[in-house]
């Protein structure tokens, strides 16, 4: 069901609900001296809000709209929660960092229900940090190094299949990322049954996450649980051939296990996992490492096409890959490691795209910032695009400009993988499948765009609402 008919549905069933308790339309007492409006009753500025995030600038207009009239801190009620917008350097170190606990991370209830409550997204304080320690290892730039060859074959795969044919570029995308993480996951084949049941349930749950929170059979939410529990159906065999050692392979759910159940000191019984936890941070980074991924690849190959200088020192930089002798299909993990453009052209892929356009926390205590106080139990938003279009920091922002990344940026301006202890622990994943991706497409194919529409589509994570349908051909 897409976002908007959900969002309208949700918006009918707080105005009827509302309507029979006769609810008064008022802030928080205390929220009355934030500047801001919250917009119509009931509904507050939920439509405005939806409006703007599927217009080609996304919740830009929305937010430098409201921040023109009321400052860099300003109320608004909108998809059902009273909330506290704010930019800023200032409020990117505070609510990314939680220094001293100030904030806590504030998914919707729809996704915490799915993820589980010892996924990663939902623990805090020490425990976060465990479980954030025991997922980083494989997931850093040597623990990755397994996984090179698989991720480097399947793109050659890919793309064998892209010669003089209409793609939808996001629906190639998200089947690639999906195989990739599946694979470094728990060895999943790129083709088979297996690997069909899990990509169906993945969607599955991927869709519920925008749901209306009612667990009634027929329901997207409903749907998205019961596939959950499936999935872990999955896992629940495959844990336990692993645990049994019945079954060995080389891969991120294998090191979990195989490192965090032996042992009987002090240490050892820390890091231990039980089933539960693996599971819950399986599937939390399935969902984290899946969506993100594939929008990024999606937007990086759709502002190649519309910025020819851009792509043509693009795919001179992989050309001399190519023609060092070690470069095309065999591609080597040095190789990899030391594409300085391609690096920039990520970083500004995420700087003008934004793929997650706002970091949704909750005040886990009363705090003070550009003189506004905000108090425990708010819901309080970091916008970031307009952090990424500050033409102070980004001069002519809407302009694609890789250079931009010469130097590092300021702390705290660029949040392309988020900033502080909840910093995406896939980055440098991601960042691989791009580089591996990109360099096979640049060296083989051109590309013509077949749908003007700079549309995004009304999810939680920025895409084109087109697909970015192109018809390829080789070079």
């Not at 591609?331 to 356009?357: D, G, H, Q």
């Amino acid at each position: 069901m897409e976002f908007g008919v959900i969002l309208g549905l949700a918006l009918l069933f707080i105005f009827v609900v509302s309507a029979l308790f006769l609810r008064v339309w008022t802030s928080p007492k205390e929220m009355e001296v934030i500047p801001g409006t919250l917009g119509w009753p009931i509904v507050g500025e939920s439509f405005s809000f939806l409006s703007d995030f599927s217009s080609p600038s996304g919740i830009y207009s929305f937010m430098k709209k409201r921040q023109q009239r009321y400052g860099k801190v300003f109320k608004s009620f909108v998809l059902g929660r009273y909330t506290i917008f704010m930019t800023g350097r200032e409020a990117s170190k505070i609510l990314l960092t939680g220094k001293d606990g100030l904030v806590s991370l504030n998914l919707f209830y729809t996704g915490q229900q799915v993820l589980g409550p010892t996924s990663l997204l939902q623990t805090t304080g020490e425990e976060h940090k465990r479980l954030r320690r025991l997922i980083a290892e494989p997931l850093s730039v040597d623990g990755l190094k397994k996984y090179f060859q698989f991720i480097n074959n399947l793109a050659i795969e890919t793309l064998d299949q892209w010669s003089g044919r209409k793609i939808l570029v996001l629906e190639e995308a998200s089947t690639f990322t999906l195989k990739v993480i599946g694979h470094m996951i728990m060895s999943l084949e790129p083709s088979g049954e297996e690997q069909e049941k899990f990509r169906a349930n993945f969607k599955i749950i991927s869709s519920s996450f925008a749901s209306l929170p009612f667990k009634i059979p027929g329901t997207a939410f409903h749907r998205g649980i019961k596939a959950r529990d499936r999935m872990y159906d999955m896992l629940d065999s495959v844990i336990s051939m692993r645990r049994s050692g019945n079954e060995f392979r080389d891969d991120f759910l294998e090191s979990l296990i195989m490192k965090h159940s032996k042992g009987m000191d002090e240490k050892a019984n820390e890091d231990k996992l039980t089933d539960k936890q693996l599971k819950d941070n399986v599937l939390t980074l399935l969902v984290a490492g899946h969506d993100t991924t594939t929008a990024a690849l999606t937007w990086l190959i759709k502002f190649l096409g519309e910025n020819t200088d851009v792509l043509d020192q693009l795919r001179g930089e992989h050309t001399r890959i190519r023609e060092s002798g070690k470069g095309g299909e065999n591609l080597t993990w040095p190789e990899v490691n030391n594409m300085p453009y391609t690096t920039k052209v990520i970083s500004e892929t995420l700087r003008r795209a934004t793929i997650l356009p706002w970091f949704s926390r909750k005040a886990a205590q009363d705090f003070e910032i550009d003189g506004s106080n905000i108090k425990k139990g708010w819901s309080v938003n970091l916008d970031v695009v307009s952090i990424h279009h500050d033409p102070e920091v980004y001069p002519k922002p809407e302009v694609f400009n890789p250079h931009r990344f010469d130097a590092p940026p300021k702390p705290y301006t660029f949040l392309g993988f988020g900033s502080g202890p909840r910093m995406c622990p896939g980055m440098n994943l991601a960042k691989l499948e791009i580089s591996i991706f990109i360099h096979h497409l640049v060296c083989r194919y051109k590309w013509i765009p077949l749908d003007k529409d700079d549309s995004v589509q009304p999810t939680l994570v920025r895409m084109p609402k087109n697909k970015y349908a192109v018809l390829v051909e080789e070079l």
